[in-house]
């Protein structure tokens, strides 16, 4: 089959066709030169790498109940209320609540996520164990929960995980962050943190050692942004969370800075994992506070970034001999950054698995 309109990918937006073969791309290129010519069934539409969820907490996924209307800290900080949830759910339900999360991304054609794990070893293990047979990669980013940090749990940590994310240089030190961050880089694992989300952080601390991810940013100044764009570690947003605690990132401001940008959806207690009500969020969310950033800088946060940031560029390209690396979706092929950013939702996605 042949999907005709557009094609969105690291290259940019493009009037273009994409041939499918049992879900694999064999042919790319101008609309109306396709070797078909008529006698192939098409559909218009608009190509794209598979997105990528860069920032979740699945493991609260199991509460299922309006949050309370507190602050954060009493919300998701130390013993509050999302590790109360965690500590008083059973081992199985915390898991089956995962599993429905990413089948849900599944369900999205979202092709990796990048999950904060807490509870530590098990924590990662329950996250593997969630995911198993399921058609997504997880990157489970765990946190060692032995203060100070143990070198054993470390190990045993890194070993499970593909990383680890802490909270934030204002609860880990620096020395806990270089152990974390020098065990990382032995290990051949990433190292991940939360910045900036509830005030505003020393720059020269969150970027000391360098992270691979920084989260949220929201309360960043300009110096910051270009700090960090400087150092070329790429920031995932989570612009709905964010407005739960009336917290608002300037991504103008981002894009503005040359931030490598990523799109998460942060807790699954707080907002579904959906990367396009996240998209569509950020977009309006932009736009009513009169400082909008591009919707090709949007839509590259989820499509085509992650994959330089998991050093995978080739997934970030929609070309010919590729397999189910890419998503079409039956949407009209002008304007296609602002059409995946603003409308893109599962039903539209369509099936390119017929021969
Ligand atoms: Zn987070």
Known sequence: MIVEGAVFDSEGARRAYVRFRRGRVVEVGTPGTDSRRGRERRVHGIVVPRPVNSHTHLGDAAAAREPPHVPVVELVGPGGFKFRVLAETPARQKEAAMRRALRRMVAEGVAAVADFR?????GVAALRRAARGLPIRVLAFGRPVRRPIDGAELSSLLRAADGI????????????????????????????????????ESVDAYLDPRPDLLVHLTQASPDDLAAVATARVPVATCLRSNALFHRSPDLAAFE?????????????????????????????????????????????????EPWRWLDEPGRARVRGGTSATTLAFRLPADDPAYQLVTRATEQLIVPTTAP
Not at 118 to 122: A, H, L, M, N, T
Not at 181 to 194: I, S
Not at 272 to 299: I, K, N
């Open 165 to 200: 994310g802490v909270s934030s240089a204002r609860e880990e030190g620096a020395a806990e962050r270089r152990t974390l961050a020098a065990a990382c880089r032995r290990a051949g694992k990433r190292f991940a943190l939360h910045a900036s989300e509830e005030v505003r």
């Open 118 to 122: 807490e509870e530590g070893v098990p």
């Open 256 to 304: 503005r800075a040359g931030v490598r940008l990523l799109v998460g959806t942060d807790n699954a207690m707080l907002n579904a994992p959906s990367v396009f009500r996240e998209l569509e969020f950020a977009y309006l969310e932009s736009r009513y506070r009169d400082r909008s950033p591009s919707t090709d800088y949007l839509a590259r946060a989820a499509f085509v």
